[in-house]
């Protein structure tokens, strides 16, 4: 065979071996891809949870917060009720 009849199988090859290095190359870039979607997933699949977790730990610091607010207002005003029968006992022993 001569040059001139080797050329066509030399580039019949080459086309070939382009064609194979292309899927290859398709076939990382996907697995790559798919490969860096997984773990997106599960570092948002985590930072969900995370925020689940700081939700409710919230409500729940809410709920005891708005319970200690109460019963200050509670006591707050127990204490003005005590105070204000002492000043009314105290103005009717002087009018006695």
């Known amino acids: ?9 030399k580039e ?8 194979l290095q292309e899927a290859e190359r398709l076939a990382k870039e996907q697995a790559r891809k798919k490969a860096y979607l997984t ?5 948002e699949k985590a ?3 995370k925020e689940t977790k700081r939700s409710e730990k ?3 610091e ?4 708005s319970a200690r607010d109460r019963a200050r207002r509670e006591a707050l005003f127990a204490r003005e009720q005590m105070i204000a ?3 009314e006992a105290r103005k009717l ?4």
């Open 62 to 65: 809410d709920t005891e917060q």
């Open 12 to 19: 019949a090859k080459q086309l070939e071996r382009s064609a």
């Open 47 to 49: 930072s969900k949870a």
């Open 93 to 96: 022993k002087e009018k006695e």
């Open 85 to 87: 029968k002492a000043q």
């Open 39 to 43: 773990r997106e997933q599960a570092i």
């Open 1 to 9: 065979m001569t040059d001139q009849e080797k050329q066509p199988l």
């Open 58 to 60: 919230r409500a729940t």
